[in-house]
């Protein structure tokens, strides 16, 4: 009976670490060596704002990325609307660098993948990201929701959905939520035709939630771009 | 028929006055494009406060078509002051300088002089905003350069993009000339009470001035009355730069202007049909 247990447990022992889940940290430590491994793209993209009081047809443009924090978007001569922290638009600035603290948050069922949830926490008081919540795809070592708490612009979230680029974690659509302000001019100002007379639903009042989707159409990645690509006025 | 607008068409483009009208609206644009130019970005900094905190906005904003559109905007007073400046004048004046008895004394029917002299001011009113279209808008164009056009409404941003704009200025200008046709025949309509030009001219303003006021006043018992005031239908044209388009509101304005002009003509040629014309 002893011989029996004493081998249970060797063999329990020996099989453990191998059927446990990669540990926190380094699962986190794999996903920003593959996140950060891309430095530079250009994307053509199509980009859609669903803001309750912006009327914006969808836009199609290049969007030029270099690490670590310049991105532009270049509409052939019409106009570039981007969120205003527009670097907040790639993953790369969202996953925080330096030493970090990695906690396990447990997994989640979303769209029929069960994803592993990590929270990151910055060990630099400085960072400007205090917290980013990543539903990692374990098997694809894939992030597939962020939820990043920034010192100075709130918390973003970004959801990706992957395809042809998934071997440099860059996502072929990425939709971002974020929170809207109200906007108001004076009517005596805009002086409008066909205001409507109705109150607007309840619904619409309380949703402060909008929506910028990026559906990204091709990369050119690592080709060295130039910090010039970024200069305008 | 074809002699008589003639004749109505030379004495309209003989008189200087008429001159002076495409000199204001000259004056007029090229004053507000200069502004644009020298200080378009504080202009636009102010209507677009509320959206440059959460959106970052590049490219040239500050385009020929939303200059054309500023203009536009801008003239919504003006314009018809413009038209009832030569309307007004149209039985007034005759009456004034004593040539209306003679006209009548030709083999012409007074219903057919009172149409005679709307399709003369009609012709007018079309040279008028054809001239608008193309100091404000072509000139813009040409020297703000073309773009996306951002229209800024009380409680929403439309973007709407450079390719899918030229047909919107083209039903705008066309809607323009109806509700500036309307003003027209008010101005007809006027004069053929008057022996002189300036009471029409004036009471005209005066209409648009007041009706224009009560059309824009946010007060729940004014809100009664303003689908049935024309000058509420007038800025219709700014239907045409929203999206999606309204066309319910658009037609519903185009039928008012139109009813409005039949109004005014129908109600001139009765009264100038029973007038006892003195002079």
């Known amino acids: 009976m002893k011989r029996l247990l004493v081998c249970l447990l060797i063999c329990l022992g020996v099989l453990t670490p191998r059927a446990r889940a990669t540990e926190p940290d380094q699962l986190f430590e794999s996903l920003r060596r593959k996140i950060l491994a891309v430095t530079d793209y250009t994307a ?30 270049e509409r052939r001569g019409g106009l570039s609307i981007l969120p205003r922290r527009n670097v907040h638009l790639t993953l790369n600035n969202l996953v925080p660098t330096g030493n970090v603290t990695v906690i396990d948050a447990g997994t989640e069922m979303k769209n029929g993948r069960n994803l592993r949830i990590i929270k990151v926490i910055p060990e630099d008081d400085k960072s400007e990201i205090i917290l980013a919540k990543i539903w990692v795809d374990e098997a694809h070592m894939l992030a597939m929701h962020l939820e990043t708490t920034t010192r100075n612009e709130g918390t973003v979230n970004m959801e990706m959905e992957y395809g042809k680029y998934v071997n440099y974690s860059l996502p072929d659509k990425v939709t971002i939520i974020m929170d809207i302000k109200d906007f108001k001019l004076p009517k005596g100002v805009a002086l409008d035709y066909n205001e409507s007379t109705d109150p607007k ?33 | 028929m074809i002699q008589l607008l003639r004749i109505e068409l ?14 204001i609206v000259t004056a007029i644009t090229s004053i507000i494009q200069l502004a644009m130019l020298s200080d378009g970005k504080s202009f636009l900094a102010f209507g677009l406060q509320g959206i440059v905190d959460q959106f970052d906005i590049r490219g040239n904003i500050m385009n020929g078509y939303l200059v054309a ?20 004048d149209s039985f007034a004046g005759e009456a004034n300088a004593g040539t209306l008895r003679l006209i009548l004394t030709k083999p012409v029917t007074r219903p057919q002089l009172v149409i005679v002299k709307f399709i003369s001011s009609f012709i007018y009113t079309v040279l008028l905003i054809v001239w608008l279209a193309i100091v404000a808008l072509f000139l813009s164009l040409l020297l703000f350069g073309p773009g996306d056009m951002i229209n800024l409404k009380s409680d929403a941003f439309v973007l709407l993009l450079r390719d899918d704009i030229m047909w919107r200025y083209a039903a705008a200008f066309a809607f323009s000339t109806l509700a500036m046709t309307t003003i027209a025949s008010l101005s007809i309509f006027l004069s053929v009470f008057a022996d002189n030009s300036i009471g029409p001219i004036i009471s ?47 037609g519903r304005s185009s039928v008012v202007l139109g009813a409005y002009t039949l109004f005014f003509l129908t109600a001139t040629i009765i009264y100038f049909n029973k007038k006892d014309i003195k002079s």
């Open chain 1, 201 to 233: 639903p309840e619904k619409e009042i309380k949703n402060k939630k909008g929506t910028v989707q990026i559906s990204y159409l091709s990369y050119e990645i690592n080709k060295g771009l130039s910090d010039a690509v970024f200069n305008e006025e």
């Open chain 2, 69 to 88: 559109f500023i203009i536009l905007q801008s003239l919504l007073i003006h314009i018809p002051l413009l038209v009832a400046l030569v309307a007004g």
């Open chain 1, 44 to 73: 053509q993209v199509k980009i859609k704002i669903n803001v309750t009081y912006m009327r914006i047809p969808p836009m199609a443009g290049t969007l030029y990325f270099k690490a670590p924090d310049k991105m532009r978007l």
């Open chain 2, 10 to 23: 030379f004495k309209i483009f003989k008189r200087p006055r008429t001159y002076i009208s495409f000199g």
């Open chain 2, 204 to 250: 005209t303003m005066g209409i648009v001035v007041v009706l224009t006021i009560l059309s824009n006043l946010q007060l729940p018992f004014f809100n009664l009355i303003k689908p049935y005031l024309f000058t509420t239908h007038m800025i219709g044209w700014k239907g045409f730069f929203d999206d999606p388009l309204p066309y319910k509101a658009i």
